[in-house]
């Protein structure tokens, strides 16, 4: 299947910091990629779709200054989690959508915030 | 109600057995189905696509049943690695954004 990276893969920082967590396609191009966060023992909830070229389409109740995304290649897009406090701290998850409807998952990056 | 519910067990298997679980979606618009393994910490990986006929990969078995809308999946001939969750994956159109069931624990035994 095709590859999908993340950086870092785990992240301890204080809180009010910003962390920035990149997803790449490595072997095909995405127009969509999609951020998820799972908290322990939850399903994957779906934060944001992410559009190359054009702004992030947020999912309710998740707020769009405080989760900023770039998408600014078809192979790159990048969350970063502003200001961040310990109800942050989160499994958070990117995939990258294979046409026509296939995703394919990054392994994760764990956030911890102090 | 859920969009996609799932039985979140755990299915506790003896290795060697055979599971079968299955996933309920209430949107019948739902274009695709895909069944997606989840390990402790880890990241959803792509089990595989499930078909209107029904598809089989190996020891797994998908089928969809739109007229009651559901999906299921069976594993034939558990083996220990088979242990994780399994994640019932719904989208509604194609390009658009899949909605995950809540996943079925399975643990496979000795």
């Known amino acids: 299947g095709a590859v999908v990276s993340q950086h870092p893969s785990r992240v301890i920082c204080k809180s009010g910091t910003s962390v920035k967590i990149e997803c790449r396609s490595l072997?095909?191009?995405?127009?969509?990629m999609f951020w998820y966060r799972q908290f322990p023992k939850q399903s994957l909830m779906l934060m944001a779709t992410?559009?190359?070229?054009?702004?992030?389409?947020?999912e309710q109740g998740v707020e769009k200054d405080k989760f900023l995304i770039n998408h600014a290649s078809l192979t790159l897009s990048t969350l970063t989690v502003t200001s961040a406090h310990p109800e942050d701290s989160s499994f958070y998850i990117c995939?990258?959508?294979?046409?026509?409807?296939?995703?394919?998952f990054g392994p994760g990056t764990r956030l911890t915030v102090l | 109600r859920k969009e996609v519910e799932q039985d979140p067990g755990p299915f506790n298997v003896p290795e060697g057995a055979t599971v079968a679980f299955n996933c309920t979606y209430s949107?019948?618009?739902?274009?695709?189905f895909f069944w997606y393994r989840q390990d402790c910490r880890k990241e959803p990986k792509l089990l595989m696509s499930?078909?209107?006929s029904g598809n089989e990969d190996g020891r797994f078995t998908a089928q969809l049943n739109r007229a009651s809308q559901y999906i299921s999946l069976l594993i034939r001939d558990s083996k220990l690695s088979d242990s994780a969750t399994y994640l019932c994956?719904?989208?509604?159109?194609?390009?658009?954004?899949?909605?995950f069931g809540g996943g079925t624990r399975v643990l496979v035994k000795p």
């Open positions: 995939s990258a959508r294979e046409p026509p409807d296939t995703q394919y």
């Open positions: 072997d095909f191009q995405a127009t969509t």
């Open positions: 992410s559009n190359e070229g054009s702004k992030a389409t947020y």
């Open positions: 949107n019948s618009a739902s274009q695709s």
């Open positions: 499930v078909y209107s």
């Open positions: 994956v719904v989208n509604k159109a194609a390009g658009n954004k899949l909605t």
